[in-house]
């Protein structure tokens, strides 16, 4: 599976940004997505999470309610909706792919390394 994330860039606090993701590989279909962000000099954290066909998602607590996660397994994509950014939402944002399994606990959902791939990351800034 190869992940392409796009649509970061600079936003002004308040406002809103789509990320998508792009997937290639014939198990899109049946993986849970994921994405993550990572500010300078911090670890990476779990932003949100869908299960294979889209009846499950899950928020990390401090975007719950202004972000949204979405996939189209159709056109092998998912997407973030974030809105009402804050300037602590800057960090680079990763999307990434793991087994159904992942979504079972929370403790595996939000840890990086239960997932298989990952793409590059796209930048987002949100400006004061």
């Known amino acids: 599976v190869q992940l392409q994330a796009s649509g970061g860039g600079l936003v002004q606090t308040g406002g809103s940004s789509r990320l998508s993701c792009a997937a290639s590989g014939p198990t899109f279909g049946s993986s849970s997505m994921a994405w993550f962000r990572q500010a300078p000099g911090q670890e990476r954290e779990f932003v949100a999470a869908?299960?294979?066909?889209?009846?499950?998602?899950y928020y990390a607590d401090s975007v719950k309610g202004r972000f949204t996660i979405s996939r189209d397994n159709d056109k092998n994509m998912v997407f973030l909706q974030m809105n009402s950014l804050k300037p602590e939402d800057t960090a680079v944002y990763f999307c990434?792919?793991?087994?159904?399994?992942?979504?079972?606990?929370?403790?595996?959902?939000?840890?990086?390394?239960?997932?298989?791939?990952w793409g590059q990351g796209t930048l987002v800034t949100v400006s004061s």
């Open positions: 990434a792919s793991g087994k159904v399994s992942v979504l079972l606990s929370t403790r595996a959902r939000q840890s990086p390394r239960s997932y298989d791939y």
């Open positions: 869908i299960s294979w066909g889209g009846g499950n998602t």
